[in-house]
């Protein structure tokens, strides 16, 4: 019989975030821990990785891992299962931005985005669902995004990317739920993030266009996001699979 007290825990949970260090990833794994997770932290930059492990404290460890190094996913798998054991989350997180006009953004500019979030989140992924498998257990979630669901200029790779993760979350739902596998997306509206401000402020007029379209008139908390993480992969969505949540203060119905 479920036990309804403690429907959103994760106690028992091991959960990889790609690009934990900062931003979404990291108020992801605030949330995690606080729901009963292990967390273990995918980053490039040591120091970040270092300084929001204290931060998480003991539930908390790290890998200096860059997504795009996709032949080394593998062993990255391998050695986190080695040394914790099974993964039964993984959260594609980990992004890069581009904004510039169609006429700036090099073939390289464009790659370069779709090589982080669609390559390197296929890398990852691919290298962990045998785990999952095995157990009959997992939750996979891709931070999608608005340019996911609705066009905004200069952004092209950003929204390739983005998009991509709405087919890549249905594509693989339909192929390995039937093994306990759940898979889904969240689409975080605008959150006050790091990547966020260095995409807006330098631009008014973008940010009173967003606030202008989001219903409760203000930017999100990045935890926000983590708590919609924490629900998705809790026994509380355990019938929840294959779609992509937004949360963005009601963004995509706003006028």
Same mark, same amino acid.
């Given at each position: 019989m479920m036990d309804y007290n403690n429907i959103f825990s994760l106690k028992g949970e091991r959960a990889v975030i790609t690009g934990g260090a900062s931003g979404l990833g990291l108020a992801m794994a605030?949330?995690? +821990?606080?729901?009963?997770?292990?967390? =273990?932290?995918?980053?490039?930059?040591?120091?970040?990785?270092?300084?929001?492990?204290?931060?998480?404290?003991?539930? @908390?460890? *790290? *890998?200096?891992? #860059?997504?795009?190094?996709?032949d080394r996913a593998q062993e990255i798998a391998e050695q986190i299962k080695r040394e914790h054991g099974e993964v039964t989350i993984l959260c594609n997180n980990a992004g890069n931005h581009c904004k510039k006009p169609i006429e700036e953004m090099s073939v390289t500019d464009f790659t370069d985005v779709l090589n982080v979030h669609v390559v390197g989140s296929y890398a990852i992924t691919r290298a962990f669902v045998p785990q999952m498998r095995e157990n009959k257990k997992g939750s996979i979630l891709f931070t999608a995004s608005m340019t996911s669901f609705i066009g905004m200029p200069y952004v092209m790779g950003y929204a390739a990317a983005k998009?991509? *993760?709405?087919?890549?979350?249905?594509?693989?739902?339909?192929? +390995?739920?039937?093994?306990? =596998?759940?898979?889904?997306? =969240?689409?975080?509206?605008?959150? #006050?993030?790091?990547?966020?401000?260095?995409?807006?402020?330098?631009?008014?007029?973008?940010?009173?266009?967003?606030?202008?379209?989001?219903?409760?008139?203000?930017? %999100?908390?990045?935890?926000?996001?983590?708590?919609?993480?924490? *629900?998705?992969?809790? @026994?509380?969505?355990?019938?929840?699979?294959? +779609?992509?949540?937004?949360? #963005? %203060?009601?963004?995509? =119905?706003?006028?």
């Open positions: 605030r949330c995690m +821990v606080a729901a009963g997770a292990e967390v =273990i932290l995918l980053a490039r930059d040591e120091e970040k990785l270092k300084k929001a492990c204290e931060e998480l404290g003991s539930s @908390a460890s *790290y *890998y200096c891992f #860059d997504v795009t190094e996709s998009s991509a *993760y709405l087919g890549m979350v249905r594509s693989l739902a339909a192929e +390995v739920s039937a093994d306990g =596998i759940r898979v889904n997306a =969240i689409a975080p509206g605008w959150i #006050d993030t790091p990547m966020f401000h260095k995409a807006v402020d330098n631009d008014p007029p973008r940010q009173q266009k967003i606030l202008g379209r989001t219903p409760m008139n203000r930017f %999100g908390d990045p935890e926000d996001i983590g708590w919609a993480a924490v *629900y998705l992969c809790s @026994a509380a969505a355990k019938f929840v699979n294959g +779609v992509a949540l937004p949360v #963005d %203060g009601g963004a995509l =119905i706003g006028f």
